[in-house]
């Protein structure tokens, strides 16, 4: 597995501190043969960027992504901007032949999402996209579990994904309240991820209908784009949200079980409180991230007296990534899912395969985040195939 891995990355905040963390630690944790080159760091601010470039360990930085993609030494491109960039950017990044890696959502909507994948797979280039939460050992396991049978036919999947930090109206006006910049709110931003558990754990879904609200109007603007600890100046002036403070939708998957989703960015006290349940005719399973090494899982072909919610901690040898981390019972983080991510991703470059989720797993999120948003411009129920 030699190949050279140098790659250039375009973004240097959230997602890309997440990413170079990532980075450096696959050969700690994977092995030696994992070690990839952390060539060049992008971003518009040269200021920051260049400090990036030194907190994180990249070799050089540039302001202009192009930079990046005509470097014929460069065979990875990682983009982890807002989304609005993500199109451009990859697109651009395939023609060149790089192999890519791409934050979720993957586009602002299908069409765009769709183009993206076409464009990948008739490349020929490795692609992969940020649904990191694929990568947590108890999700993984609930996915055996499923695949394996233990929770029989399937009944129920419900979801829900909290966060709060959009409570206070005096909340800047971030780009993840700018629809030009973000697409949708917590329906892509958070929905994403949820809707992307449900087609890893139970498949696809078939029909969907949703209802959104955006509680706060209108929020203080700020200068640049701003993350989620942004703060604005006493007496900004307002600026119009046009995207989902929340969304609820239920649905029903192709297999016949019931779905139903909660996204918001006003639940207080939940930071980022994403879980799921899982009922089936032999069992159940339920996830919370803020435990995010248990898995609950109920066998209900056990007798009466024992039966209930076990909680299992998936950290021994047996659990997925477990055996290149600790010893049992010493938890993994956030963090870990990301170098996880890259391990699978990086792995299968070298291999020349072509790793899960790829781009199609973005489009498949991106048919059904368009889907809820036209059963609530309809008021309707929407059948996502013909999305
Ligand atoms: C904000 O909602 C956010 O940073 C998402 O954009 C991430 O995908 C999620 O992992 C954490 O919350």
Known sequence: MSKEINIGIIGYKFMGKAHSSAFTQLPIYFGEDMKVNKKIICGRNEDKVKRAASQFGWEEYATDYRELIKRDDINVIDVTTPS??????????IDAGKNVFCEKPLALNVQDAREMHEAAAKKGIKHQIGFNYRFVPAIRLAKQLIDEGRLGKVYHFRARYLQDWATSPDFPLTWRFDKKVCGSG???????????????????????TGINETF???RPIIEGEGGLSAKAEKGAPLGEVLIDDATIFCGQFECGALASF??????AGNKNGMGFEINGDKGSVKFFFERMNELMYCDYTQDGLTQGFTRIQTTDYMHSYAKYYYPAGHVIGYADTFTCEMY???????????????????????????AVDLSIANRAWVNVAEV
Not at 262 to 267: K, Q, S
Not at 346 to 367: H, L, R, S, T, W
């Open 186 to 208: 917590s329906s892509g931003d958070l929905g994403a991820h949820v809707i992307d558990l449900a087609h890893f754990l139970v498949g696809d879904l078939k029909v969907v």
């Open 262 to 267: 909660e996204m918001t960015r006003y639940a």
């Open 344 to 370: 699978e991703f990086i792995k299968a470059i070298k291999e020349n395969d072509q790793a899960a989720p790829g781009f199609e797993a973005g489009v498949k999120a991106a048919q059904v985040i368009d």
């Open 216 to 218: 706060i109007k209108q």
């Open 84 to 93: 609005n960039y993500h199109k451009q950017i990859v697109m651009e990044a």
